[in-house]
Every structure is written in structure tokens, then in C-alpha cells.
């Protein structure tokens, strides 16, 4: 077997550190969480932790990129099972709803985000991702007329302001389990209100 290059090598231990890292900011929070404990799970030393990450903060936000990433990946792909654009944009809200409840995309990405990387930094990544998604499902919508016409872009984001406000309230919800269909409906609610059709939005 070939030996890896130097590129393949740095490569390993950069998504090693990445994934340690996910998994103890998800579980204890970035403020408990040190470059030392990332660098003693991912099997490398504290040194080579900084040689591929300057900082902590750093490190932190490839994860949040990566978290982004995997929920854009979900929401497109419960998107696409659905028959019809409405469809795709109503499970699309429902599924990043659902995410939130995961305990390591809540800490990361709704309670530590916004704190270690900046309100600005964040919608800049989440714009690229979970953003984009929704764009694309309403335009997807508009296109075929299932949602009224408007401006497309600034709805998007008021959209997507919504359902920011909205996982925040499932995560620091005290029951969290019974506050999502709650919250869900609600969102729901609001996105009916762009439906075409009035029997659309019942």
C-alpha cells in the first residue's frame, strides 16, 4: 500500500480533531470544553491540535460550518421524498425543527454559535447552508405558484428569522418533547399564510 502524502496525512488528523471536537462541544459546551481534551480524544497531542487550528474558537467554528452542513444534507434530503414543492417547504421546516432537538446541534449551533462566533459570522455561514435550503424551496414554490409572489429574498429571510426564533424556543424549552408539536404548528401557521390556494392554508 502506498503511503499517504503529507496533504492526506494533515487531512486525517484535521477531521480527527474535527469530530472530537463536535462530539465534546456538542455534549459539555465550548466554555468547558479544552484544545488539550479535543487533542487527547482525537489521539493527537495539543501541538499538533494548534499546528492545524490557531485557536479553539478556530476549531469551533469548522464544527459549526460542518454542523451546518449535515443539517443543509438532511433538510434537502427529506425534501426531496416529498411529491410537490408545498410539501417539500412545509417538511423542510419540520425537519430543522426536529434537529433542534438534537442535544449536540442545539448546544453548537443555537446556544453557543451566536456567543463565541458573533450574530454577524453566523447568519454568514448559515446563509451558504441551512439559508440557501430554504431559499430554494421557496422559490421552488413560487415558481410553480404555490406561494403568492413577492420578494422571494427578503421572505426567505424572515422565514428563516421565524424558525432561528423558533428553535431557540425548543432549546431552551423546559420540555422540550412537548413543545415541538407546539412549535411546529405555530410555524406552520405562518407558512400557510404564503399559500396560494386557500385551502392551502387550513
Not at 472530537?20 to 484544545?35: C, K, N, P, V
Not at 499546528?51 to 478556530?58: E, I, P, V
Not at 432537538?101 to 447568519?123: K, M, S, Y
Request: aromatic letters at 6%; charged letters at 25%.
Amino acid at each position: 500500500m502506498a503511503r499517504r502524502t503529507q496533504a492526506e496525512r494533515s487531512d486525517a488528523t484535521s477531521s480527527k480533531l474535527v469530530a472530537a471536537a463536535q462530539e465534546l462541544f456538542g455534549r459539555d459546551g465550548y466554555a468547558a470544553t479544552s484544545i488539550e481534551a479535543v487533542a487527547a480524544s482525537a489521539g493527537v497531542t495539543k501541538g499538533a491540535a494548534y499546528h492545524h487550528f490557531s485557536s479553539k474558537a478556530t476549531l469551533f467554528r469548522m464544527v459549526f460550518v460542518y454542523e451546518q452542513e449535515q443539517i443543509s444534507a438532511a433538510l434537502e434530503g427529506a425534501a426531496a421524498e416529498e411529491p410537490d414543492s408545498w410539501s417539500a417547504l412545509l417538511r423542510g421546516c419540520r425537519t430543522f425543527l426536529e434537529h433542534c432537538l438534537n442535544p449536540a446541534f442545539r448546544q453548537i449551533v443555537l446556544l453557543d454559535g451566536p456567543a463565541v462566533l458573533g450574530w454577524e459570522a453566523v447568519r454568514e455561514i448559515e446563509y451558504e447552508h441551512t439559508l440557501r435550503v430554504l431559499t430554494e424551496g421557496v422559490r421552488a414554490a413560487a415558481a410553480d405558484g404555490t406561494i403568492i409572489d413577492g420578494d422571494l429574498a427578503a421572505r426567505s429571510h424572515l422565514i428563516f428569522g421565524a424558525l432561528c426564533e423558533a428553535g431557540m424556543l425548543l432549546a431552551r424549552s423546559d420540555d422540550r418533547a412537548r413543545a415541538l408539536p407546539i412549535v411546529t404548528a405555530e410555524a406552520e401557521h405562518l407558512l400557510r399564510a404564503l399559500a396560494n390556494k386557500p385551502g392551502m392554508r387550513d
